[in-house]
T-cell receptor, first 114, second 112 residues
Framework: AQSVTQLDSQVPVFEEAPVELRCNYS??????LFWYVQYPNQGLQLLLK??????LVKGINGFEAEFNKSQTSFHLRKPSVHISDTAEYFC????????????FGPGTSLSVIP | DADVTQTPRNRITKTGKRIMLECSQT?????MYWYRQDPGLGLRLIYY???????NKGEISDGYSVSRQAQAKFSLSLESAIPNQTALYFC???????????FGSGTRLTVV
């Protein structure tokens, strides 16, 4: 079975500082990896995804993530955060089988402090 | 209009009542999903459908049922609501595996 761990439930960071949100997954088969963002009172929005190829993927709003197969990690980073980045961030895994079943992590709440 | 529309946005219902949450999409996607979100647990899959005649249970389907009325419509029903079904419910669609999901804005359900 697959699982997703997000090591930090809450991350406070000052505005314009860098941030890293950590994600580790467990799977015995190949996976696709995703990061989603949820702003208050909204649904989830896809930030970026890793399917194959280059291990560094860039997404919207200046975010990027790096896939590390040996460490089974997919950490999300941004070099300089803004107040508007305050949101809940979810890491997700999809197993490369015949169906598209996505497993979500518990989420990390990012709070950007002015 | 939103690509994925969920109705109602908020609902308070009493224990034992039947309730239906509705989802419609204009993406033209075949794949549709229902998830529930609880604090600290992330999103958990209730049901998914790959076309009108293909409906499958997710990891937490007990107490729920679904109906795929058309490619664009996927409804979730709670036959007899109970308080631990209080949660935020999301409908999502996808085109092909690996493309990611498009989510609706959610339905906040409270069972009292």
């Amino acid at each position: 079975a697959q699982s997703v761990t997000q090591l930090d439930s809450q991350v406070p960071v000052f505005e314009e500082a860098p941030v890293e949100l950590r994600c580790n997954y467990s799977s015995s088969v190949s996976v696709y990896l995703f990061w989603y963002v949820q702003y208050p009172n909204q649904g989830l929005q896809l930030l970026l995804k890793y399917l194959s190829g280059s291990t560094l993927v860039k997404g919207i709003n200046g975010f990027e993530a790096e896939f590390n197969k040996s460490q089974t990690s997919f950490h999300l980073r941004k070099p300089s955060v803004h107040i508007s980045d305050t949101a809940e961030y979810f890491c997700a895994v999809s197993v490369k089988t015949s169906y598209d079943k996505v497993i979500f992590g518990p989420g990390t709440s990012l709070s950007v402090i002015p | 209009d939103a690509d994925v529309t969920q109705t109602p946005r908020n609902r308070i219902t009493k224990t034992g009542k039947r309730i239906m949450l509705e989802c419609s999409q204009t993406k033209g996607h075949d794949r549709m999903y229902w998830y529930r979100q609880d604090p600290g647990l992330g999103l958990r899959l209730i049901y998914y459908s790959f076309d009108v005649k293909d409906i499958n249970k997710g990891e937490i389907s007990d107490g729920y049922s679904v109906s795929r009325q058309a490619q664009a419509k996927f409804s979730l029903s709670l036959e007899s609501a109970i308080p631990n079904q209080t949660a935020l419910y999301f409908c999502a669609t996808s085109e092909i595996q690996g493309n990611g999901y498009t989510f609706g804005s959610g339905t906040r359900l409270t069972v009292v």
